[in-house]
């Protein structure tokens, strides 16, 4: 059963924000919020993740509504590079549960 | 961070046949997983591999198709037994970091014929 929900794709303009949301109504109190995406032919790299507070390093921002109900990555100023399929994750343990993602593509 | 090594990075094999995937990691860890992800879908757990402990199989995933091994806190293997067309897909494996972040490989890409 799926525990997030993300928009299928979105397109995105070279050096402008790209706004990812990710629904996950159902998250538990102890289930951490966890972004990865995937470039084509490589492994998912790792974005960023969090519990309840915004979070932000130097790839991505995170922000987490107060009821954790949803949440949204966001890309600063995205370049061709980030084009990839984004997966929204929730859980608790050591195990990934990848959804479909989204596909993002940057265009110039 | 981690960077894993996988071997090979791609083959073609005949239906019947086994494939051992190996996974190499540049520190020791506790935990390695692998993925398969099947054409055109997202990533699916096949099994959690730890060292000194028989391997934990996700549901639909068996040992004696997906045999698995982790000798050592810096290496496994995973092997595809009696392929069939439907076992052509990318394998990854995967460590836990140090921060809570997952690392993956660059997977293996199967083809089955």
């Known amino acids: 059963d799926a525990k997030t929900t993300q928009p299928p794709s979105m397109d995105c303009a070279e050096g402008r924000a790209a706004n990812l949301p990710c629904n996950h109504s159902t998250i538990s109190g102890n289930e951490y919020v966890y972004w990865y995406r995937q470039i084509h032919s490589q492994g998912p790299q790792y974005i960023i993740h969090?519990?309840?507070n915004n979070e932000t390093n130097e790839m991505a921002s995170l922000i987490i509504t107060e009821d954790r109900k949803s949440s949204t990555l966001i890309l600063p100023h995205a370049t061709l590079r980030d084009t990839a399929v984004y997966y929204c994750?929730?859980?608790?343990?050591?195990?990934?549960?990848f959804g479909a993602g989204t596909t993002v593509t940057v265009r110039a | 961070s981690a960077v894993i090594s996988q071997k090979p990075s791609r083959d073609i094999c005949q239906r019947g046949t086994s494939l051992t995937i190996q996974c190499q990691v540049d520190s020791q860890v506790t935990m390695m997983f692998w993925y398969r992800q099947q054409p055109g879908q997202s990533l699916t757990l096949i099994a959690t591999a730890n060292q000194g402990s028989e391997a934990t199989y996700e549901s639909g995933f068996v040992i004696d198709k997906f045999p698995i091994s982790r000798p050592n806190l810096t290496f496994s293997t995973l092997t595809v037994s009696n392929m069939s067309p439907e076992d052509s897909s990318i394998y990854l494996c995967?460590?836990?970091?140090?921060?809570?972040?997952?690392?993956f490989g660059q997977g293996t890409r199967l083809t089955v014929v």
């Open positions: 995967s460590v836990d970091g140090t921060v809570a972040e997952a690392f």
């Open positions: 994750i929730v859980n608790s343990d050591y195990k990934l549960s």
């Open positions: 969090g519990l309840k």
